[in-house]
């Protein structure tokens, strides 16, 4: 699964493979936590992260929605920037 970024100890990947199941998602992995999250509404649709980590996957989704879409449509990664 590759990684698009990372921050605060928050892995950010996307997982591709001939039918990945919708809604287009991200996984987040903070230490042992993992959570998935829908790119549209950036709620978390599975997973067990804490909410303190949630919150900043969220505020990430916000900024690279549009960009983390079209990744997923295309099925070619990037690298993206950090929460700062």
Known sequence: MPEISR???????M???PKEHEP???????G???GE???QTFEMIEGDLPVKAQK????WLALY???LQAMWD??????LPPLE
Not at 24 to 30: E, G, K, V
Not at 56 to 59: A, C, G, I
């Open 37 to 39: 999250f829908n790119i």
């Open 15 to 17: 997982f591709f493979k």
């Open 65 to 67: 929605a549009d960009r």
């Open 24 to 30: 287009s998602h991200i996984h987040a992995l903070y």
């Open 32 to 34: 042992e936590y993992v």
């Open 7 to 13: 921050f605060y100890g928050i892995v950010i990947k």
């Open 74 to 79: 295309s099925q070619v990664i990037e690298k």
């Open 56 to 59: 900043m996957v969220q505020e």
